[in-house]
């Protein structure tokens, strides 16, 4: 092994150990209400692996299905403004919006609370040594992205998701695409019967989208 190797390896190494460290040993503790789910109700939403791999983007997999993180800022949404919801890609289960979506810069999407929390749920998880909170769906079981603390008030709470484990639909898409109870989120001029005329539903398992 050379010289320059040696020296690559020596501060990759050093680097790794800064980090581990200085890092807070102890992960964000998530609210009750996303905190644990039902056993029975997880992954019920989840189609078999076959399914998954024909449907899905092979970056849409590697997240959802083996908690890959998506490259910063080379994503879909991280910087996105447009009004609407974010739904599950493999179920569509409803999990967040952008009335929450907060522009920090991570280069990920970021949000201060979920849409219905009781559709995600937080497991611990480790990265070289560190605590970590992870961030999952309950109906398809997908991974999310991590629930992190603001580094400016430990009490806070940051829910930064990767795109590509998300699809997005457009305010003034919800009735058509089956998400009519949310449209009072971002319209005045909601009738109970545009809520009844279309529930939502869950959008077809997988279903592509841009990533």
């Known amino acids: ?13 050093f680097g790794i150990a800064l980090v581990a460290l200085y890092a807070p040993r102890k992960a964000p503790v998530a609210p009750e209400d996303v905190a644990a789910a039902p056993a029975e109700r997880i992954g ?27 490259p910063a800022f080379d994503n879909s949404f991280h910087s996105s403004t447009e009004e609407g ?63 992190l603390a603001d580094p400016s008030d430990p009490s806070v709470l940051r829910y930064r998701v990767n795109s590509a484990a998300l699809r997005f639909i457009p305010a003034d898409s919800l009735l058509t695409s089956g998400y009519a109870s949310y449209r009072g989120t971002f319209f005045e001029d909601v009738t109970d019967s545009d809520v009844d005329a279309d529930e939502p539903v869950a959008a077809t398992p997988g279903e592509r989208v841009s990533s």
Do not use: C
């Open 85 to 147: 919801i974010y739904v599950d890609v493999v179920s569509g289960e409803p999990l967040f919006s952008s009335k929450d979506k907060l522009n920090l810069g991570t280069g990920w999407p970021v949000f201060s609370r979920p849409l219905e929390p009781d559709n995600v749920y937080t497991r611990a998880a480790t990265l070289v040594g560190i605590a970590r909170t992870e961030l999952r769906s309950v109906g398809a079981d997908s991974h999310l992205g991590h629930l």
């Open 44 to 70: 019920r939403l989840r189609p078999d692996d076959a399914e998954l791999r024909a449907t899905l983007t092979p970056e849409q997999y590697r997240v959802t299905q083996r908690q890959y993180t998506e």
């Open 1 to 13: 092994m050379n010289s320059p190797t040696r020296i690559a390896i020596g501060v990759a190494a």
